[in-house]
């Protein structure tokens, strides 16, 4: 990424914050408060070298905490540092190094509430280690995610977690520009990448469990939520629903559509008002089953008795809709923990699959209920 230009829809966490004089964004750059109330350029090493009265090499090598400076020579560049307003460019710091304590994560969605706990989790384990987030959303586009990951990796970040767009084409493409560089795929299948950590939900006890609790309450047409073919990141859950359907004895239908609420909405209206509409859904995300409840509410369906809806995630306002929502619940914060350990190569790398349990709501509902 060149200078000056910040990465679109960019989000950075940092964990470590220095607790100094407030910074003011400007046009020209970044100003500091000084001492006399006015702005001030803060010093760069050169000035503090010079205050000091030692060479620019024994500056760099104290205040990038490095042997060579005797100690009392250390503090007294510190001194002259803090006197300044100096402080080091981490991107710098990390192009002569040639490493850095900043991790990525590109998620594919940063309007499901659900990444948003995945992130907090991941923050928390990255703030205890002193390690930097930075959090970009590649909005469904393949395009903007392999950008993103290009700009990530021409940053040198430490390691990068991904909920990537389609087969894992963005994974392969930072293990070819930061060979060695840990990766977690976060929520996807990344069939047959090799070095790659998967961090997500028990896909197969996910589909499994309400699929079965359908059957039992007598449902025998049931409609899956899926991304498109050419975007969907976890196809195994698609694999393990249309198995069920088989074995159960029930007509699958599978919804293929741009997983935001307004495709949502238009597929799921377009499904349930034409011929054998099904009796139930199964949404891939809590923050897509809203898009079902306005669809059935457009069309005078009610939810549970009319057509019965399981969503994903439990999110914390699914018990507040109307009906409250039947999901599959898993602890998304310790997903976002478990991402982040594995970048920071606090545990081997490994899959790590989150337990899910299937909570039953009143959108859940025999298909005859009245």
Known sequence: MSPGREPSA????????????????????????????????????????????????????????QPGVAEHTRQRILAAAEQLGYRANPQAQALRRGRTTT?????????????LDVLGGAEEVAEAAGATVLILDSR???????????????QRLAGLAIAPVGNGGSIRLWQNLRDGAPVVALNATADNIRGVSRVGPDNAAAVSLPMHRLAELGHSS??????????????????????????????????YTPLTIADVQLAARALLSGPAAPSAIITNSDYTAHAIYKAARELRLRVGPAISVVGHDDLPTSELLDPPLATIRLDRREMGRAAMRRLLEQVPPGDYVAPVELVERASLQPPDAA
């Open 140 to 154: 469904y586009s393949l395009e903007r995610e392999s950008m993103h990951v290009r700009e990530m990796s021409g």
């Open 103 to 115: 991790y990525g994560f590109v998620v594919r969605n940063f309007a499901n509430p659900f990444f």
């Open 222 to 255: 049931v409609a899956f939520v899926s991304a498109p073919r050419d975007l969907m990141a976890d196809p195994d859950r698609l694999g393990h629903f249309r198995r069920l359907a088989r074995a159960l004895g029930m007509q699958p239908k599978v919804m």
């Open 10 to 65: 960019a989000r950075a966490y940092a964990s470590a914050p220095h607790p100094g004089a407030a910074v003011q964004s400007t046009k020209t750059g970044d100003i500091m408060a000084g001492n006399n109330g006015g702005p001030q350029q803060p010093g760069g090493i050169r000035e503090v070298a010079r205050l000091a009265g030692v060479s620019v090499a024994s500056a760099s090598f104290a205040l990038n905490g």
